[in-house]
């Protein structure tokens, strides 16, 4: 068996509703030089048996297991057995475009690309991709993709062609959520060369089992200042100084605003627990220097500010 070219990597939890179809778009790519590794979470469904079906009538197709512990955990084995020069992350209630493979790896290969990046569109049922006509794509090109913003380089990890060695010494932090954080912003600080595609080439399933539709609580905030204090520790590098202001102004406002959105819309004691982590975390970033003015909308962060500090006062009243 030759060696596969992209290594495609789905990790799989109690995904028995959309595993085959999502599996099935890889198959019917244009492209076929690819192995798909299906790292399966602990299910307590039957996505096993479905995919093992699958690759029991093609060897390009690897299924292992592992006990639950999350998708960057599944993820980082799915790294740990690819043997493609290029990486996928593609999750398994999603589907990618016909043509996804053949335009990612041809154009990773025509711009000597380690990172090509290309839109989605969202989808409940059935995703409906544009017809892509036989002339050249609008793309762009860049040496450090991270001053583009997070609105052209989003923090997840799908939609994203990764040439492997790019990858080394990167692997996902031990969280359920937030993952993906700190994976894709140490790959934007080794400043790939990049590619970007104004095309849809991935779908993205929304769905209210979705992650992202899930209710916020006290541990999503704290595990989101994880991350992000995982982010600002790797962007302290002096070399990445122009960087680490960028981020100020640009991904740390995008999160803030999300953060506080999910707080003053969760309910009674939920709400109240949940701003009390808040208005730590701003603290710490505020002390620290990366919360300033600047990036953010004028009321928003003088709202920030004043959960600061209600925050001492309640602190030094308790004491």
Not at 167 to 181: A, Q, S
Not at 209 to 229: K, T
Not at 231 to 258: T, W
Request: positive net charge; hydrophobic residues 40%; contains cysteine.
């Amino acid at each position: 068996m030759k060696t596969p070219s992209v290594s495609v990597i789905i990790p799989s939890y109690n995904s028995a509703h959309y595993i085959e179809e999502c599996a099935h778009s890889v198959l019917t790519q244009t492209y076929q030089n690819f192995e798909i590794i299906v790292v399966d979470d602990g299910s307590t469904d039957n996505s096993v048996q479905i995919i093992s079906h699958f690759a029991s009538k093609d060897a390009r197709i690897r299924v292992f297991r592992q006990t639950h512990c999350g998708v960057g955990q599944a993820r980082n084995l799915g790294l740990r057995k690819a043997r493609g020069k290029y990486i996928l992350f593609l999750d398994a209630d999603d589907v990618l475009h016909p043509k996804c493979l053949e335009i990612a790896v041809a154009t990773a290969k025509k711009y000597s690309a380690s990172f090509v990046v290309w839109n989605y569109i969202s989808f409940t049922t059935v995703p409906a991709f544009a017809q892509l006509e036989d002339k050249p794509l609008d793309m762009n090109f860049t040496a450090n993709p991270i001053m583009l913003g997070s609105s052209f380089i989003h923090y997840v990890v799908w939609g994203k062609l990764y040439k492997k060695d790019l990858l080394k010494d990167i692997t996902f932090d031990n969280e359920y959520v937030f993952e993906d954080l700190p994976f894709i912003y140490a790959v934007l600080a080794k400043k790939p060369s990049t590619v970007l595609l104004n095309t849809a080439l991935y779908g993205y399933r929304n769905t209210p089992e979705s992650l992202s539709n899930q209710p916020f609580c006290v541990e999503h905030i704290q595990a989101c200042y994880h991350a992000i204090s995982s982010i600002i520790n790797l962007y302290s590098k002096p070399n990445l100084h122009k960087e680490a202001l960028f981020l100020k102004q640009d991904f740390i406002p995008c999160i803030l605003k999300n953060q506080l959105y999910r707080c003053q819309h969760s309910p009674g004691q939920q709400k109240r627990l949940m701003l009390k982590a808040f208005s730590e975390e701003l603290e710490d970033l505020y002390q620290s220097g990366w919360l300033i003015f600047k990036g953010h909308r004028f009321d928003r962060y003088f709202l920030y500010r004043y959960f600061i500090l209600k925050h001492k006062y309640l602190e030094r009243k308790r004491k």
